[in-house]
């Protein structure tokens, strides 16, 4: 995903606010590109620490606390993980095979049930 990350990010917010509109108005005053990059960086940190929970989980818990300040919802963390999976699928085409698919899913429900465990105590 790397040589198209700005395709991916953009990919990635077009299919969030199609399948929940909820979450658009988060970014009302928010330089997309911008969003995309940092979207992107925090990907690859996850990808890059994948060996090393503990680097990981510190980060995640900061940023979820961050996510509540913005408005934020629980439920949302279910639309960002299809869109997440969607966006993947589009950006590796036939290397998203099932295997892949179901990795990066059960990567994604760890960290959102950790950021959420977090955020909503």
């Known amino acids: ?3 198209i990350k700005t395709q991916a990010a953009a990919l990635f917010y077009g ?4 399948i929940d509109p909820t979450t658009k108005p988060l970014f009302t005053n928010t330089d ?3 969003q995309g990059g940092k979207l992107m960086a925090a990907i690859a ?5 994948l060996a090393n929970p503990a680097a990981i989980l ?4 900061e940023m ?8 934020v919802t629980k439920a949302q963390y279910d639309s960002v993980g299809a ?10 085409g036939a290397a998203f095979t099932p295997e892949v698919a179901a990795a990066w899913g059960a990567a994604y ?13």
């Open 15 to 18: 299919r969030l606010f199609e």
């Open 32 to 34: 997309m590109t911008a």
């Open 83 to 92: 869109a997440l999976l969607w966006t993947l699928g589009q950006g590796l």
């Open 58 to 61: 510190p980060v995640a818990k």
């Open 45 to 49: 940190m996850v990808v890059n620490n």
């Open 1 to 3: 995903m790397l040589p």
């Open 64 to 71: 979820a606390q961050r996510h509540v300040t913005y408005g």
């Open 109 to 121: 429900s760890l960290l959102a049930g950790v950021m959420v465990a977090d955020a909503y105590a």
